[in-house]
């Protein structure tokens, strides 16, 4: 009876321990599955297949067995696809990933993503808002951390240009080329800063432009009216000649007509003088 207990116990414990085996067991092969998903992920991705890598990063992020491997696989799907330009699955997986893990350091980066998406789409208000956002939570801790800093700004300084700024814009590509004078924006910042003084230069020929022709029409304008005035006189004149010609005609005619009129009195006087004169003339 001894002896069976002895052989008892042992095997109980046995079978107590083949669930936590076999659960550890499957949990191995679950990392073991995840990191050979996530590594074909980053290889793909390294060679911009980027739709292959989200799909391998998701398979990653579907066998994940913990809240860190979670958020860093599909933090590596939204990467995927902002790649690709799908940017709607981006911001849907952006909205899961803080809804689950709020306070992650991706979950963090994940501002500077969606301000980028929304500068794409035309959001500048919205992008400045997060990219503001990120920089106050951020810190130049190392050189990936400040390369990002300065990546923000920069894009600050683009929402600015989009939006007409031109001065606001400069001031944020003036930082970046003083504060981060490693940063792979120097190029970019610096072209946009001489493409900003040489607007500001084309506004100021097309104003002086604009006020020329302004001028020129104002001559132009003045010496139409000049014109005008000169032949509305001149109309004057002439409809004036005219009137005192038709009344000049008209007075002449009346003269004649009362010349004509008188006429016929004057030759009956002269034959009543010839007859007086014939008859002075008669001898007695």
Known sequence: MRQKGRIFWPFLLGLLLIPGAFAAAQEEDALSQYARRFHNGSQLYTVQRWHEAAIEFRRAQEISTNANDWSRAIYWVILSELAYSDYGSALRDMDELNRRAPNSTYTRDMLYHRARVYYIQGYYEDALSLFNRYNTLTTDTDREAADR?????FWMGECLYAMGQLEEAEKFYAWVIGRYPHSPKIEASSYRIDLIKQKKIEYELLALLQWSHEESLKTSEDFQRTIRTYEHTLNVYQRR???????GNV????IIHDIIAEEPLSASISEDDEKIIDDDTIPE
């Not at 000649?241 to 009344?247: H, K, Q, R, S």
């Not at 007075?251 to 009346?254: F, K, N, R, S, T």
């Open 149 to 153: 800093r300065a990546a923000s700004f």
């Open 251 to 254: 007075i002449i005619q009346e």
């Open 241 to 247: 000649i005219a009137e005192l010609t038709n009344t």
